[in-house]
């Protein structure tokens, strides 16, 4: 599988050392730009961090459909399990490239003194924010990847007609069951993403990132379901193959 993993990397190589060459350029000119206010600038790296993940996001997904309609990919001795776990590796590795320069980063600030004052419970907050966010995408890359998967499983020119309608049909019912079972209105990125700071005058800094509650029947129906689908995915690539 890592061979698989390597592989991918190689055929995107140019592209994604030009997606971090951007990204740390980027962070350079924020941090040191004068025509942004010091309260802001970490939002402004934050967003670069996101945008960047997010193109890695659809270099995997885009990678996984150049895999599913090549015919030279089907023909390796690999495992089904393999195929499936590859694009995701891929994914993986991309964002802890980005969290590692964003580690970086944060220690370059810390030598230098910058003087940003972030939030007592910081490092919890991050930590939660870090495993929500790869598991939010994680998914989302596993209802892509089903959809495209069940798409070509219908030999058709339009495929891609076919997969992109699949993966929005898969969304609206995914988030309306979470509705109907558990209350949720938000999605577990939107969680992510949605970062709030109040005041708190037992904290030893004056303020805390407010956190979210942790829904666990939520989160097991996330895990069944990304199973499921998986499950459904070898399934049909081992009757492509196959036939």
Known sequence: MLKLVKYDFRRRRDQLAAVLAIVILLQVAITITTFVDSP??????????????????????????????????????????????????????????????????????????????????TGTFGFRVIAESFWSTTSLLVMFMFSFTLARSFRYKGYWRIGIFTYFVLQYLVVFVERQLFGVEKTELRYSLEINVIGDESAAGGNLFQMPDSNLGLIVFEVVLVLLLLAGMARLIRSRVES
């Open 40 to 121: 802001h600038k970490p939002m402004l790296n934050t967003m670069v961090y996101l945008i960047a993940a997010l193109l890695g996001l659809g270099y995997a997904m885009h990678t996984y459909v150049q895999n599913l309609v090549s015919y030279q990919r089907r023909l390796l001795p690999v495992s089904t399990l393999h195929t499936l776990l590859s694009p995701i590796i891929f994914y993986w590795g991309l964002l802890i490239v980005l969290l590692s320069l964003g580690l970086v980063q944060l220690g370059i600030l810390h030598i230098t003194g910058s003087n940003i004052e972030l939030p007592v419970n």
